[in-house]
């Protein structure tokens, strides 16, 4: 073992201790420190037994076995958390040491950490780290942002534990200043939202309107898994239905109680949708579509009260699967380009000058949102840097226009059927919203003019112009003076 650690690791969780071996399997000494100190004793004499790992019970001795500039990762709780943990560390780091991020913080939080610790000549990193516990072991998808002067000396890390796609290339690239790397991260997981929940109600399709048993919709996904659906969230969701629970006998998933949890993320990413005004409906859904499930007793209570339709789907199946399927496709377009157009909201917001060719590239591999389709969307982006929005791309477009008839039938069968769809359902209105060359939000500029005086502009007028009129004859002349699209 060496003298000098290459890098340390703080937190021992499940994310932890995996990036930690990771790292060492590549080569790196890792010096490690948990506050529950029992915990680094028992990772020394188990996972780590024999590795070039240091187990440290003191952040001074923590920071004396690094080499310099000193690289610590952070692998704690995002909060409160990663504060006391700089603040603890700081005293002890000089001019150049790096700190490293890698948990879900919000971005805000890096923009304000990241100001705070250079004031001190401190280097920060927000890295997005994403792939969980399997992923973090054998190669997650890596999002570093922060102070660009810190790449060099973290880079050689970071790129050899991501995940490798393309004869090598790591799922791990620089994304740009501040907080952009903890949004890039929160973008995927508002996407990995979206894509939960589009499967999720495909699988309520199949086994409420079409009755079909675990074991036959986890053979229905496996197949979607070898076309244009090939993706890790596909591929885990046919293994999950095939499994058995062994003291009932019965399928795991139907024992599993229908109340969704979540760590904020996803409410983060249809936060930050509002506040850069940017439409997300389907990531802001799946987030709503987790809270109405976890009122799991006032549901009981309101299905013996409330009717509704309860009708099997007709028709040949294997015609209905495969609309189906497409479905969900086109759907799952419509939620990534929500994603992108989050990202590119942000990088014109912040100055980012974010690379969406680079960004669906590392998503490809490692990830929980990686999925085939992601290569289509790096070539979009390679091909027009500046897209407006996915949908228009010309691969995508083809397959919305040849999607739309099942889309929209399956849509049409959920809603006779009772069936709740609501990332399927948003999805198909965000696409029709996007492709209207004229939507009824005039009227409502009419409305807002007819009691608040907010103004408007014609259609026959250059933008920019604004016009009131006093529609009872009773006001006067004066409009307001804020207006906001």
């Not at 570093?144 to 796609?165: D, F, N, R, S, T």
């Not at 790591?170 to 907080?179: A, V």
């Not at 929005?389 to 040849?402: D, E």
């Not at 007028?461 to 016009?467: A, K, M």
């Amino acid at each position: 073992m060496k003298d000098k650690a290459d890098i340390a690791v703080i937190g021992l969780a499940v994310m932890g201790e995996n990036i930690i071996l990771n790292i060492e399997s590549h080569g790196f000494t890792v010096a490690v420190y948990n506050r529950t100190t029992t915990k680094v004793d028992a990772f020394i004499a188990g996972r780590g037994k024999g590795k070039n790992i240091m187990g440290c019970h003191l952040i001074p001795e923590l920071i004396a076995v690094l080499s310099r500039p000193r690289k610590i990762m952070l692998m704690v709780r995002a909060g409160a958390a990663v504060d006391e943990l700089i603040a603890e560390i700081m005293p002890h780091l000089e001019a150049g040491d790096i700190i490293i991020d890698g948990g879900n913080s919000h971005y805000t939080d890096t923009v304000r950490r990241s100001a705070m610790v250079l004031a001190q000549g401190i280097l920060y990193v927000g890295a997005g780290v994403s792939g969980g516990e399997e992923g973090a072991l054998n190669g997650p998808s890596i999002m570093p942002g922060g102070h660009q002067e810190a790449w060099p000396a973290i880079k050689p890390i970071l790129q050899a534990i991501a995940a490798k796609v393309d004869n090598g290339l790591p799922c791990c690239e620089w994304i740009g200043p501040d907080g952009s790397g903890h949004f890039v991260k929160m973008v995927h997981n508002g996407i990995e939202y979206g894509d939960m929940q589009l499967i999720s109600e495909a699988y309520h399709i199949m086994s409420q309107g079409l009755g079909m048993t675990p074991t036959e919709m986890s053979d229905v996904f496996k197949d979607w898994n070898t076309g244009i659906l090939d993706s890790y969230l596909i591929e885990i969701t046919a293994d999950i239905l095939s499994k058995v629970d062994k003291e009932t006998g019965l399928p795991i998933v139907d024992i599993i109680l229908d109340a969704a949890g979540q760590k904020g993320t996803g409410k983060w990413a249809s936060q930050a949708g509002l506040d850069l005004g940017i439409s997300i409906p389907q990531i802001a859904e799946a987030v709503f579509a987790r809270y109405i499930s976890a009122d799991k007793d006032d549901r009981v209570a309101a299905s013996s009260m409330l009717s509704g339709p309860a009708c099997p789907v007709t028709g040949i199946r294997p015609d209905f699967l495969n609309q189906l399927r497409d479905a969900v496709y086109a759907a799952k377009i419509c939620s990534y380009a929500q994603g992108f157009q989050l990202l590119r909201a942000a990088s014109i917001e912040y100055d980012w000058a974010l690379n969406y060719a680079e960004i669906a590239f590392m998503w490809r591999g490692g990830c929980i949102i990686r999925a085939r389709f992601l290569e289509n969307i790096t070539e979009a982006y390679a091909a027009d840097p500046e897209l407006a929005n996915l949908l228009i791309a010309p691969y995508f477009a083809q397959v919305l226009a040849k999607s739309q008839a099942s889309w929209r039938s399956v849509v049409k069968t959920a809603i006779d059927c009772g069936i709740p769809i609501p990332a399927l359902g948003t999805a198909l209105t965000y696409y029709d919203a996007y492709r209207s060359k004229r939507l009824p939000a005039n009227l409502i500029q009419a409305q807002r003019d007819y009691f608040g005086a907010h103004t408007y502009e014609r259609i026959d007028q250059p933008r920019g112009v604004f016009f009131h009129t006093n529609w009872t004859g009773k006001g006067g002349s004066t409009s307001s003076s804020s207006y906001s699209v």
